[in-house]
């Protein structure tokens, strides 16, 4: 599909698509909103994902729960309209800037799967690391919107 891998200066310097998929045939996936530039989400592709998300300009995940491709807001309607696609420099991850609207990227109803910080500072007890919310109102409320779907993730 893409561009074989054959040496470091072509994939460095070079300027063809060739992604670098692990053992599982995933790459990593960094999802910023373009309008904050805040981090949104953090997923996974594979190549039948990768190349939906170039050709729709819509982001298509590949759900290691669930072992299909998913199309990010298909359900919730919340879709992320891709404005960049990058890849890093050995070409093994990715990074898009997307378009959510007011919506939301985060299957627990949350803007950003990033909606929690964690303290720093030294840790007196590993076990009681108190995180804070970060955002204080969900976007959506997972159970009216997943209603009889299966969870997107598995504990």
Known sequence: MFKKRENV???EEGNLLSPKFDNDGLIPVVTTCANT???LMH???NMEALKLSIETKEAHYW????KQIWHKGKTSGFVQNIKELRIDDDQDTVWMSVD????SSCHVG???CFYRSVPLGKIENGRNVKMNFEEKEKRFDPEKVYKGQPNPTKI
């Open 100 to 103: 959510i609207g007011s919506g």
């Open 37 to 39: 530039k805040e981090v």
């Open 63 to 66: 759900s290691r729960s669930r």
């Open 110 to 112: 949350y803007r950003s």
């Open 9 to 11: 200066v072509e994939i």
């Open 43 to 45: 997923g996974y592709m």
